[in-house]
T-cell receptor, first 117, second 110 residues
Framework: AAGVIQSPRHLIKEKRETATLKCYPI?????VYWYQQGPGQDPQFLIS???????DKGSIPDRFSAQQFSDYHSELNMSSLELGDSALYFC????????????????FGPGTRLTVL | EDKVVQSPLSLVVHEGDTVTLNCSYE??????LLWYKQEKKAPTFLFML????IEKKSGRLSSILDKKELFSILNITATQTGDSAIYLC??????????FGSGTRLLVRP
């Protein structure tokens, strides 16, 4: 079965550089979520999109922005990178109107490991 | 502030043992509770629980939710070394985002 695809899988950047992470949801999923997982920490919600509109916003720095495109893929843009941005960035997708009993299970992609030097 | 608390933080058992992982929550707008297994990669979906008292089962894993006492347990029977992982509990709120606990790190020794 098709899963969530994320690219790149690994990314190394210098401080103050920019990075773009991409997420391709499971086919027919209409909702995308971004999570940040720092070393030894649990995933923290950043932002979500439903039908190409921002749905909810969590602890996402102003230096970050994201959008969902017409084909439902999403991109997370990160500017003025800081050492503390080094983390695993997960994208998850769900079908908001579907899932088991309509309750929206979220399926995670493999993550992008961002290292800021 | 919404929070999800898991216990124990870590657990070491031998193959064949049975383990129970706990998850308690305080979330204002609860929608559902999910369990994930995380090895060295993305969290893998295990269960989603929405109703109290209804056990969900998949092989040696089972889980149940108590919405009155605000907790859930994940049971693993006849553990195997392949069960070694971090088990994450997450609560989905009304906006569909997941609030994660810190996880329970399970190590199953041969």
């Amino acid at each position: 079965a098709a899963g969530v695809i994320q690219s790149p899988r690994h990314l190394i950047k210098e401080k103050r550089e920019t990075a773009t992470l991409k997420c391709y949801p499971i086919p027919r999923h209409d909702t995308v979520y971004w999570y940040q997982q720092g070393p030894g920490q649990d995933p923290q919600f950043l932002i979500s999109f439903y039908e190409k509109m921002q749905s909810d916003k969590g602890s996402i720095p102003d230096r970050f922005s994201a959008q969902q495109f017409s084909d439902y893929h999403s991109e997370l843009n990160m500017s003025s990178l800081e050492l503390g941005d080094s983390a695993l960035y997960f994208c998850a997708s769900s079908h908001r109107a579907g899932g088991t009993g309509g309750w929206n299970e979220q399926f995670f992609g493999p993550g992008t490991r961002l290292t800021v030097l | 502030e919404d929070k999800v608390v898991q216990s124990p933080l870590s657990l070491v058992v031998h193959e064949g043992d049975t383990v129970t992982l706990n998850c308690s929550y305080e979330v204002t707008n609860f929608r559902s509770l999910l369990w994930y297994k995380q090895e060295k990669k993305a969290p893998t979906f295990l269960f989603m629980l929405t109703s109290s008292g209804i056990e969900k089962k998949s092989g040696r894993l089972s889980s149940i939710l108590d919405k009155k006492e605000l907790f859930s347990i994940l049971n693993i029977t006849a553990t195997q070394t392949g069960d070694s992982a971090i088990y994450l509990c997450a609560v989905m709120d009304s906006s569909y985002k997941l609030i994660f606990g810190s996880g329970t790190r399970l190590l199953v020794r041969p």
